[in-house]
């Protein structure tokens, strides 16, 4: 199984600034990935991170907005950019085990 | 694409047991999952299935339909800590993410 840590675990924003959302995790994983969760609302997936090349975006999520680094196979980052309230959400790194998929503790960012 | 369908809330009598109803349809399919998700927590692993059948973990069983694209989770011996949300989630390949439903709240009750 792997661990993840999520930094910060939470944060309070001004509108039109930017937070970098920390993750890390315990062992060397292939796979990462950024879902974002709003209250009372299941996971959306908002993008795959790659190790060494671009995030790949789902539908409605763009590298402009959301800037997701990869340098290596334990460690991403997501921005969340010119915030808004509406990006107030909670903010989960997930990575891929053989059989399953592990998810940080979140973040949970409130803008206002 | 990807839909997951699920009750969005359910409640259920301490001691009861519950059946938790997922129906998907995926173009492609690698496994049904299902998450706990307690208040403010992250998700946790519960089950997985890539065949047809039951899985039976402790008081949590798990079934999966291929042809009908129809899975359940049952929970026994309710406690009230078993009141959270529960997802159902698709596997498309192996390495791809999960795709989830919307979740079902579950509320255990004295």
């Known amino acids: ?112 | 694409g990807q839909n997951i369908d699920q009750p969005t809330e359910m409640t259920a009598t301490e001691g009861a047991i519950v059946q938790i109803n997922c129906t998907y349809q995926t173009s492609g399919f690698n496994g049904l999952f299902w998450y706990q998700q307690h208040a403010g927590e992250a998700p946790t692993f519960l089950s997985y299935n890539v065949l047809d059948g039951l899985e039976e973990k402790g008081r949590f069983s798990s079934f999966l339909s291929r042809s009908k694209g129809y899975s359940y989770l049952l929970l026994k011996e309710l406690q009230m800590k078993d009141s959270a949300s529960y997802l159902c989630a698709g596997g498309v390949s192996g390495n791809t993410p999960l795709v989830f439903g919307k979740g079902t709240r579950l509320s255990v009750i004295a």
């Not at chain 1, 840590?5 to 292939?30: A, E, F, M, N, W």
């Not at chain 1, 959306?44 to 790659?50: D, E, P, Q, R």
């Not at chain 1, 950019?81 to 503790?105: H, K, T, V, W």
């Open chain 1, 1 to 112: 199984s792997a661990v993840i840590s999520q930094k910060p675990s939470r944060d309070i924003c001004q509108r039109g600034t930017s937070l970098t959302i920390q993750c890390q995790v315990d062992s060397q994983v292939t796979m990462m990935f950024w879902y974002r969760q709003q209250p009372g609302q299941s996971l959306t997936l908002i993008a795959t991170a790659n190790q060494g090349s671009e995030a790949t975006y789902e539908s409605g999520f763009v590298i402009d907005k959301f800037p997701i680094s990869r340098p290596n196979l334990t460690f991403s980052t997501l921005t969340v950019s010119n915030m808004s309230p509406e990006d107030s959400s909670i903010y989960l790194c997930s990575a891929l085990g053989r059989n399953e998929q592990f998810f940080g503790p979140g973040t949970r960012l409130t803008v206002l």
